[in-house]
Each structure stands twice: as C-alpha cells, then as structure tokens.
C-alpha cells in the first residue's frame, strides 16, 4: 500500500477538508439526541411550548446542515478517488507500455486489462 501511495500525488487540502467535513457533521449528528434529551427534561416535563419548538427547530436545522455537509464531504471524496484512480491507471499504463512482447504474453493481455481496469478500482 506504501508503494502505491508513495508514487501517487495526494491532494492533501482535499483529504483535510474531507475530514473535517466528515468530523462536523458527526458533531452535528451527535447533537441531536442531545437536544432531545434537554427537550424532555426541561421541555415536555415542564410543558414549555416554546423551548420544545426552539429545539424542534434546531434539530431539523442541523439535521439540514449534517446533510449537507455529507454530501459535500462525499462529493470531494468521490474527487480524491477519480483523480487517485486515473493518476493509478496512467502509471500501469506506462509501466505495461515499458513490457516487452514475451513480457505480455507471460501476463496476458486480457490480465493486465484486469489490472487496469477492475483491480484498479
């Protein structure tokens, strides 16, 4: 995994802003039951109306803003991967353009489309 992660370039501002898409949203998520926790302890148990509506509001806010913020985080994702993905096929690529005709044929054509192709991914 080292050799293959040493000879592809990485986009790191890409890979950070993907984890801390992935880490907001999490907080977000976790906050949920939390307010719901503080809305039957000091809303329903108290019969505050106001209080019960305001978190209500809260929650589908952040219910909203953890999805959003997931699919931005899966859409730089599915980024990372497509570039990763097509910088890896180029390099075999090339390296199967360096082989040699008996190199190929101890292989096999229909192996190293495989290995371009499916194993790739």
């Avoid at 999490?26 to 109306?49: A, F, H, R, Y």
């Avoid at 899966?74 to 180029?90: E, H, K, N, V």
């Amino acid at each position: 995994m080292l050799a293959i992660f040493s000879r592809i370039k990485m986009r790191t501002r890409q890979v950070v802003s993907v984890v801390i898409f992935v880490l907001i949203a999490s907080i977000l998520q976790m906050m949920i039951p939390m307010l719901v926790s503080i809305m039957i302890d000091d809303g329903v148990s108290k019969s505050n109306e106001k209080l019960i509506i305001t978190l209500g509001i809260a929650m589908m806010v952040f219910s909203v803003l953890a999805a959003v913020i997931g699919m931005i985080s899966a859409s730089i994702s599915a980024s990372i991967t497509t570039q990763f993905c097509a910088d890896l096929r180029g390099k075999i690529f090339h390296k199967v353009q360096s082989f040699s005709a008996a190199e190929i044929d101890k292989f096999g054509t229909s192996s190293l489309i495989t290995r371009n192709t499916t194993d790739v991914t």
